[in-house]
C-alpha cells in the first residue's frame, strides 16, 4: 500500500512531535504495566482455589473458575486492543496510555482488596472485576507499538518494535520475583501483591504523565466514528495486514500451548516446587529479554521476512524438543542424554523456543506498521494485538485440555509443532517493505 508523504506529515511527524526520549518512556512503562501483571499471575489462582473449594464447587468447577479468571483478562484485551488503537489515533497516543495505567492502578488495588474478603461470593466476584478491569486496563500494547511506529523510520521499525518484546521479557522475569520478595516484605498477606501491581502500576502513570510527549497530532488521522466489527475486516482485508495478523495469531496460539502446560510439566515430571517454579519463569523471562536485545542489531542488517522465518523455525525446534523432554520423562528416563539431564535439555529446549518467539513478535508488528497508512497505526497494531489475545485465550485452553488427554503429556507440544507448520507455509508469502 502506498503512504503518501502528505498524510504521514498529516498524521504524526517523526523527529517532530516524537522525540528520541519517548521510546525509552514506552519501554519504562511497558516494563512496570507488565511486572504488576507478572506479580499477580503466579499467586492467583493457589489465592482463588481455597475460596471456590468453600463455596463447595466439584474440581472441575475449581479449575474451570480459574481459568475464567485466567482468560477474561485476554478476552477484554482482544475486545478493547482494537478499540484503543483506533482512538488512539484521533485523540493522540498520551491520553490513551494515561487512561491505561490509571486503570491499572485501580484494578489491581482491587484485586488486593478482593482477596481480604472471608466471604467467598464476594472474594471471587471482586477478582474478577479486577482480572476484567486490568484486562480494559491493558489492551494498550497496540497504542505503544503505535508510539514506536511514530517515533521511527521505516528502515528502523524492527528494531523500534524489539523494545517491546524486551519489555515483556524484563516485566515477565522481575515480576514472580517480586512477588516472592514483596510478599515476604508484606508478611506474606493476601493483599500483599494486588498493592505491589498497584504501586508500580502509579509509578509508570507517573513518568508517564511527567516525562512522555505526545507522538501523533490529535485529530490528524481519518478515522472517523469508533471501532466494530465493520472496521475490523476493513484492516485485516488490507494487503498483507490480514496475512500478517493470521501468522501473529498462530504464532501466539502455538506459544500458549507451552506456557499454559510448563507449570504442570515441570510439577508432573521433575517434582519441581512452587520455588523452583518462580525461577523456571524468571529463567524463561530472561531469555526473551536477551534474546529481544539480540534481535535489534540483527533487525539493522536483514529484513523482517527472513528474521521472523528464522524465529518460526526456531519455535518448531524449541517446541519439539519439550515435547521430547516430556516424553522421556513420561517413559521413566530420567538419566542423561547427550551428557544432560533432562532437566538440563527442558531449559534448552525452552530457550530455542523463547528466543524464536521473540524474533517473530517484533518481526510481525514492523511488517504491519510498515504495510499500514500512517493514519491507521492505532488502529492497525491494535487489531494485530487484538488478535494475539485471542491466541491467549485459545491457546492455553487447548493446551490445558491436551496435556491431560495422553500420559505421555506431548499432545500440546505436537500440536504446537503442526501450527508453526502452517504459520511457516504463511510467512513464504510475506512480501516485505
Same mark, same amino acid.
Request: hydrophobic share 55%; with cysteine; proline share 6%.
Given at each position: ?17 516524537? &522525540? +528520541? ?8 512503562? =511497558? ?8 506479580? @499477580?499471575?503466579?499467586?492467583?489462582? +493457589? ?15 475449581? !479449575? ?55 466471604? /467467598? ?13 486490568? !484486562? ?16 521511527? /523510520?521505516? *528502515?528502523?521499525?524492527? +528494531? ?15 515480576? &514472580? ?57 476493513? @484492516? ?9 495478523? $493470521? ?14 502446560? $510448563?507449570?504442570?510439566?515441570? *510439577? ?18 530472561? @531469555?526473551?529479554?536477551?534474546? !529481544?536485545?539480540?534481535?535489534? /542489531? $540483527? ?13 518460526? =523455525? ?47 513478535? /517484533? ?15 492505532? *488502529?492497525?497494531? !491494535? ?12 491457546? &492455553? ?19 504446537? @509443532? ?11 508469502? $510475506?512480501?516485505?517493505?
Amino acid at each position: 500500500m502506498s503512504q503518501p508523504a502528505s498524510t504521514d506529515r498529516d498524521a504524526s511527524s517523526p523527529g517532530e512531535l516524537a &522525540p +528520541r526520549s519517548a521510546l525509552a518512556v514506552v519501554f519504562l512503562t =511497558v516494563f512496570i504495566d507488565l511486572l504488576g501483571f507478572g506479580i @499477580v499471575l503466579p499467586v492467583m489462582p +493457589r489465592q482463588a482455589e481455597p475460596l471456590l473449594e468453600q463455596m463447595g464447587l466439584q474440581p472441575w468447577a475449581v !479449575g474451570t473458575m480459574i481459568g475464567v479468571l485466567f482468560s477474561v483478562f485476554s478476552l477484554m484485551q482482544f475486545v478493547f486492543s482494537p478499540f484503543w488503537g483506533r482512538v488512539s489515533d484521533r485523540v493522540g497516543r498520551r491520553p490513551i496510555l494515561l487512561l491505561s495505567l490509571s486503570g491499572s492502578v485501580v484494578f489491581y488495588a482491587l484485586y488486593g482488596y478482593a482477596v481480604t474478603f472471608t466471604t /467467598p461470593v464476594w472474594a471471587i466476584g471482586l477478582m474478577l472485576a479486577s482480572r476484567i478491569g486490568a !484486562g480494559i486496563a491493558g489492551a494498550s500494547v497496540g497504542t505503544a507499538a503505535a508510539v514506536i511506529a511514530d517515533c521511527t /523510520p521505516p *528502515e528502523k521499525r524492527a +528494531r523500534g518494535m524489539a523494545l517491546i518484546g524486551i519489555a515483556f521479557g524484563a516485566g515477565f522475569t522481575l515480576g &514472580p520475583l517480586i512477588a516472592y520478595f514483596g510478599l515476604a516484605v508484606f508478611d506474606q498477606q493476601p493483599w500483599g501483591v494486588g498493592a505491589l501491581a498497584s504501586l508500580l502500576s502509579l509509578v509508570a502513570l507517573c513518568l508517564a504523565a511527567t516525562v512522555f510527549r505526545e507522538t501523533r497530532r490529535p485529530g490528524g488521522g481519518k478515522a472517523k466514528g469508533f471501532f466494530g466489527p465493520g472496521r475490523m475486516l476493513s @484492516v485485516l482485508r488490507m494487503p498483507q495486514v490480514g496475512l500478517l495478523v $493470521l501468522t501473529y495469531f498462530l504464532s501466539i496460539f502455538a506459544f500458549a500451548n507451552f506456557e499454559a502446560t $510448563l507449570a504442570r510439566l515441570t *510439577e508432573q515430571a521433575f517434582a519441581m516446587t512452587d520455588d523452583q517454579n518462580f525461577l523456571v519463569f524468571a529463567f524463561i523471562g530472561a @531469555v526473551l529479554m536477551f534474546a !529481544g536485545g539480540g534481535y535489534r /542489531p $540483527l533487525a539493522s542488517r536483514l529484513p523482517e521476512t527472513r528474521l521472523l522465518a528464522a524465529g518460526v =523455525v526456531m519455535m518448531m525446534v524449541g517446541l519439539a524438543g519439550i515435547g521430547a523432554v516430556a516424553w522421556g520423562a513420561s517413559h521413566g528416563d530420567a538419566g542423561a542424554m547427550g551428557g544432560l539431564s533432562l532437566p538440563s535439555w527442558l531449559y534448552l529446549a525452552a530457550a530455542v523456543a523463547v528466543t524464536g518467539f521473540a524474533f517473530v513478535n /517484533p518481526s510481525v508488528s514492523a511488517l504491519l506498521s510498515k504495510h499500514a497508512d500512517p493514519s491507521n497505526q492505532g *488502529e492497525v497494531l !491494535g487489531v494485530n494485538q487484538a488478535f494475539a489475545s485471542l491466541g491467549r485465550i485459545l491457546g &492455553p485452553f487447548m493446551g490445558s485440555v491436551l496435556f491431560s488427554l495422553h500420559d505421555s503429556r506431548t499432545l500440546p507440544f505436537a500440536t504446537a @509443532v503442526g501450527v508453526l507448520c502452517v504459520v511457516a507455509l504463511l510467512t513464504s508469502r $510475506l512480501k516485505n517493505r
